[in-house]
RNA sequence: GUCCCCAUAGUUUAAUGGAUAGAACCGUGGUUUCCUAAACCAUUAAUCCGAGUUCGAUUCUCGGUGGGGGCACCA
């Protein structure tokens, strides 16, 4: 563990976890149980410091004692424990909050001390240390085009993935492609009866979407079309040549196309598990959950029952077709059972929308009963749900529905608006750097603009929304970046070169404000990561930046006197580093200039 | 019918049961001989309704209202 003292060894990166553990001590040493004494630290209200602890309160009252002379009692002991030092000022306020305020010998300290994306990065990994996860996101439907719904899985999953390797992680990132499922039926059966060749060879993607949409249109229409079209699939599942060689053609050209807007939003996969690859795994799925009970014939097809279960007594998990066909039920248990003993993981994440929520449920529930029964450890299941976006009418923007904005157009749309402002605002950029200024920004702008809410929420698609360029936005974070390099341009000063032995005081507000929320970093991320909620994070980066501009509005950096000089260049330095760092982490990419 | 999710300034939103509910956009007014004004500073304005639990509720529980979604072979 480090130790507090300054001076001494390293001082604590992540002062929040290392106080509770102190707290805690302090609280247990005075013979009070931890149920009794709520002992979590958490950020403080920037007036009243850095951390607070408010257990006091509710266990003086159960215990009819003041409150204030609990506290007092507890700081007391906490005083006594040799891991803290003068660098921590403990006070009461208020009814009985217990308040922590880092000096400033501290906080430059921590600033001297973690010097670079990799040194964070190195500090940060004790949250998830070792454990494994598979993380699940993306999976489109192979032979669909991405329309603008798409891009929350895409982003929230790039973003997840990223903290968690961060914080420590084994991260398997697994793209499960819907590349096996009914609408293949449809595709095959609108391959076959109404292909124009010559649009399949210009544009494929679009041709291979009016098929569908064709055979979509008319299998609803007509039931034996339908009933051709589940034919087309149950050959295609046996193995048909045929259907197989279409099959594999229609999914080369779609991953294609994906592939270039993954490149664009930066997001890579480790694999490409679609639901195909589980076709030859779903039978010891059917044969070992019927042999344990926990399945069993229902209308024809074969269905999983929870009858301990509120909503599951009566609602079936079905597990395999009454025409015999798998569906995604028996590809996502296969698929469990895959993750689990193939990759030996920890933790399963799937990254879908919040409308999916029953199918994971009974997904989860199921798997719980067949892994116990069958003794196979289970891994943590994390369905993490966002909320849907909707079209202008209320309703889930769909491709289905008709015309929704394809991800692509999206995606130029955004780089085309952030031009425009870039050649506004800095017309002598050479045209290389503009157009590379600009799709960091657009799709920046894009990236975040989903990430930067809680995710729980549905909202409307609405242009202007998503590629704001304005107020909460990437281009703020990065701007207030690019200005940081430009100062150390304007200096001719590297980083590496500061004279750090020679900085021994924080002046100003601003400079101790700013040095405050530096390193309000650590607590920030770990809860980003606990949570699995990028927004935390986003709203900290933006606070930061905030803090930042206030910095550099009021406080000179490139002043005459070098110690002055050398200390704020070394705040400058350090908010690069973990402004640069959060975004990384969120898959945007940073601007040297803007 | 039943189950799940959501409800905060005009708009978009933040707040692991804690201190005076925090921002952004829009509006209004101000800041540049000075490191990038894509910036900074100031200013108006909000917890859907009703009970309950609690020292303390935007947060938890119950009941309403309004919106969205799931519920037999789509994913």
Not at 16 to 45: C, G, P, W, Y
Not at 244 to 259: F, T, Y
């Amino acid at each position: 563990m480090h130790n507090f003292l300054i001076g001494r060894m390293e001082p604590w990166f992540d002062v929040q976890t290392n106080l509770e553990k102190t707290v805690r001590r302090a609280v247990e040493a005075m013979s009070i149980s931890h149920t009794e004494f709520d002992a979590s630290v958490r950020l403080a209200d920037p007036r009243f410091g850095d951390f607070q602890v408010n257990g006091s309160l509710s266990y003086a009252k159960k215990n009819q004692q003041n409150p204030r002379e609990v506290a007092a009692r507890v700081i007391e002991q906490l005083k006594a424990d040799d891991s803290l030092d003068e660098s921590l000022e403990i006070s009461i306020a208020g009814p009985g909050f217990i308040n922590f305020t880092l000096k400033t010998a501290f906080l430059l300290n921590w600033l001297k001390t973690y010097s670079s994306e990799e040194h964070l990065k190195a500090s940060s990994r004790e949250l998830y240390r070792d454990e494994t996860f598979v993380v699940d996101f993306s999976s489109p439907n192979a032979a669909k085009q991405m329309h603008v719904g798409h891009i929350r899985t895409i982003v929230i999953g790039e973003a997840i993935c990223r903290m968690l390797s961060f914080c420590g992680a084994n991260v398997i990132r697994d793209n499960h492609m819907g590349d096996w499922g009914t609408q293949y039926g449809k595709i095959l059966y609108g391959y076959k009866h109404f292909l124009d060749s010559k649009a399949l060879a210009t544009d494929p993607l679009e041709e291979l979407e009016r098929l569908y949409k064709k055979a979509n249109a008319v299998t609803e229409e007509d039931p034996e079309a339908l009933n051709e079209a589940r034919q087309e699939l149950v050959q295609l599942q046996n193995g048909d040549p045929q259907n197989i060689a279409l099959w594999e053609k229609v999914n080369k050209l779609s991953l294609e196309a994906i592939d270039e807007i993954y490149q664009k939003l930066d997001v890579h996969f480790d694999h490409y598990l679609g639901e195909s690859f589980y076709r030859d795994k779903v039978e010891q799925v059917y044969q070992e959950l019927t042999e344990l009970k926990i399945a069993e014939e229902s209308k024809g097809a074969m269905v999983v029952f929870h009858p301990e279960h509120r909503r599951f007594a009566t609602q079936p998990f079905i597990i395999r077709k009454s025409d015999g066909a798998s569906n995604y039920a028996s590809t996502d248990l296969a698929t469990m059972l895959y993750r689990t003993e193939h990759f030996k993981t920890d933790h399963i994440i799937i990254i879908t929308d919040s409308r999916q929520s029953d199918h994971f449920e009974q997904l989860h529930l199921t798997t719980q009963k067949w892994f116990e029964a069958t003794n196979r450890k289970l891994p943590h299941f994390h369905h993490v749900t966002f909320g849907t976006i909707l079209g202008e009418d209320g309703k889930a923007i769909k491709t289905r529905s008709g015309d929704s904005i394809r991800l692509k157009e999206l995606l130029v749309e955004a780089e085309e608006r952030a031009h425009a402002i870039v050649n506004d605002k800095n017309p002598d950029l050479p045209p290389k750097e503009a157009a590379e200024i600009a799709s960091a920004v657009g799709v920046g702008a894009l990236i975040y603009a989903d990430l930067s809410q809680n995710r729980t929420g549905d909202y409307v698609f609405a242009w202007d929304k998503l590629l704001s360029l304005e107020g909460n936005t990437a281009p703020y974070l990065l701007y207030a970046a690019a200005r940081i390099h430009s100062i150390f341009r304007k200096a001719g000063i590297d980083a590496s070169s500061l004279p750090l032995e020679e900085i021994t005081e924080l002046e100003t507000p601003e400079e101790q404000n700013l040095a405050r929320k530096l390193i309000a970093f650590v607590s920030n991320l770990n809860q980003t990561a606990t949570s699995l909620r990028p927004h935390i994070l986003c709203t900290y980066l933006y606070e930061l930046a905030g803090v930042f501009s206030s910095f550099y509005n009021n406080n000179k950096v490139l002043v005459n006197d070098n110690e002055i000089k050398a200390r704020r260049l070394l705040l400058c330095h350090r908010t690069l580093i973990i402004l640069e760092t959060g975004l990384h982490l969120l898959s945007i990419r940073t601007l040297k200039r803007m």
